[in-house]
């Protein structure tokens, strides 16, 4: 069992700033991946970001390519995910998952899930 604590949420206005961490613990994973994904009431939860475990990797929605950035601390098991630019619409709860098969043709299901930590972008 993995435990995905998050935290670095919070409120910013747009054009801002702010960066996640994800600390994985207990049975952590040796392949796989680590990523983000966020939902808005109302809406489904959608992926955001995803980096292999060994941090060789990374995978990006067209959403946020060229403005969030994910990075991984092996020697902490700790992902992280900068969020520059932010908009408005940026605005959700952000979801740590991990999981022992990485994205593959774009689609991934992980099985581990943090509880989440609120991003707020005022327009």
């Known amino acids: 069992q993995v435990q995905l604590i998050e935290s670095g949420g919070g409120l910013v206005q747009a054009g801002g700033s702010l960066r996640l961490s994800c600390a994985a613990s207990?049975?952590?994973?040796?392949?796989?991946?680590m990523g983000w994904f966020r939902q808005t009431p109302g809406k489904e939860r959608e992926f955001v970001a995803a980096i292999s475990w060994n941090g060789g990797s990374t995978y990006y929605d067209d959403s946020v390519k060229g403005r969030f950035t994910i990075s991984k601390n092996n020697g902490k098991s700790t992902v992280y995910l900068q969020m520059n630019s932010l908009k408005a619409e940026d605005t959700a709860v952000y979801y740590c998952a991990a999981d022992y098969s990485p994205p593959i043709l774009g689609r991934w299901a992980p099985g581990s899930w943090g509880q989440g930590t609120q991003v707020t972008v005022s327009s």
């Open positions: 207990g049975r952590t994973f040796g392949s796989g991946a």
